[in-house]
């Protein structure tokens, strides 16, 4: 049974509007509390709808209580609402009004389908691995030092490569002369990773991947190790500075700074609903076996 629900969006188009509404219309009709994040509620006022709602959260803490999220928008939003969640564990379903929806499985055409889903308990909870950056520097990310995707270590600018000196749990690894380093979750192997050449991960499986991008050496490949890994960081480069972020959050930092990643001691719980599964969001999202010289495809 649900109790209370709370909903993270973005500032959205006026052509989503009517999706949102129809979110609150459905929870509405069941006298469910609903609580928004502030800059939801921020844009909801200036677009002149007011909807019900019990409260504002501004921090985790905020969401105790809370049975469910929904974050309505697209992959970027749901990555969002994880930095809200944080350690409180509350599961998250993604509402896709964005465009590819990975993380936001549920389609906009099915709203009503997924909330009903949700108070008749169709569904169960896929936990994933979060990875949490430790850093000699507080004020980074402003603590929330969290991604459910990747941490990437980034040159700035068109400057010349840097190189990234590489140690897994204190043994050397490699120094990678590129553009910058993932370290990716098996979540976000389907996101930057997968566009610098890195292998897609089942997100059950306990790995990070160690993807380079545009590497100056063609025979570095990237590495799958143990989640249990410590991995850490020396930069160096021609420029003073360099960027390093946690998913789509990004932070200016020098050589001096001292980073390491390791596996966050709580995971994301994602709401799958029932009938979902992620080899079925593979082939759906990346078209595999799709080929115009095949009229039959086969989608169980």
């Known amino acids: 049974m649900l109790n209370k629900?709370?909903?993270?969006?973005?500032?959205?188009?006026?052509?989503?509007?009517?999706?949102?509404?129809?979110?609150?219309?459905?929870?509405?009709?069941?006298?469910?509390?609903?609580?928004?994040?502030?800059?939801?509620?921020?844009?909801?006022?200036?677009?002149?709808?007011?909807?019900?709602?019990?409260?504002?959260?501004?921090?985790?803490?905020?969401?105790?209580?809370?049975?469910?999220?929904?974050?309505?928008?697209?992959?970027?939003?749901?990555?969002?609402?994880?930095?809200?969640?944080?350690?409180?564990?509350?599961?998250?379903?993604?509402?896709?009004?964005?465009?590819?929806?990975?993380?936001?499985?549920?389609?906009?055409?099915?709203?009503?389908?997924?909330?009903?889903?949700?108070?008749?308990?169709?569904?169960?909870?896929?936990?994933?691995?979060?990875?949490?950056?430790?850093?000699?520097?507080e004020d980074l990310f402003g603590g929330v030092n969290i991604a459910l995707n990747e941490f990437a270590i980034l040159k700035r600018d068109s400057s010349s490569m840097i190189v990234v000196h590489t140690y897994i749990d204190g043994e050397y690894l490699n120094s990678y002369w590129a553009d910058g380093l993932l370290i990716a979750t098996p979540t976000g192997s389907t996101g930057y990773s997968l566009s610098v050449g890195g292998p897609v991960v089942v997100p059950q499986s306990h790995n990070f991947i160690i993807a380079p991008v545009s590497p100056h050496n063609l025979n570095v490949r990237p590495l799958i190790v143990p989640d249990e890994s410590v991995i850490a960081f020396e930069i160096e480069g021609r420029s003073k500075n360099f960027l390093v972020s946690l998913d789509s959050r990004s932070e200016k930092v020098d050589a001096s700074i001292q980073m390491a990643i390791r596996r966050c001691n709580y995971p994301a719980r994602l709401v799958r609903l029932n009938g979902e599964n992620f080899l079925n969001t593979l082939r759906l999202k990346l078209n595999w076996g799709v080929d115009v010289r095949n009229h039959q495809y086969r989608y169980r």
């Open 5 to 137: 629900i709370a909903i993270h969006s973005r500032a959205f188009e006026d052509n989503k509007l009517p999706f949102i509404k129809q979110i609150f219309s459905e929870i509405d009709k069941r006298g469910i509390p609903i609580l928004i994040s502030e800059a939801f509620h921020e844009h909801l006022i200036k677009i002149n709808f007011v909807p019900n709602v019990e409260g504002i959260y501004h921090k985790p803490e905020d969401l105790k209580g809370t049975d469910i999220m929904l974050s309505v928008g697209g992959d970027g939003t749901f990555l969002e609402a994880v930095t809200f969640v944080q350690d409180m564990k509350t599961p998250i379903l993604g509402i896709n009004t964005g465009r590819l929806g990975f993380l936001a499985t549920t389609p906009r055409d099915r709203i009503k389908y997924g909330i009903d889903a949700l108070f008749e308990g169709a569904y169960s909870i896929d936990e994933r691995t979060l990875i949490q950056l430790e850093t000699d520097r």
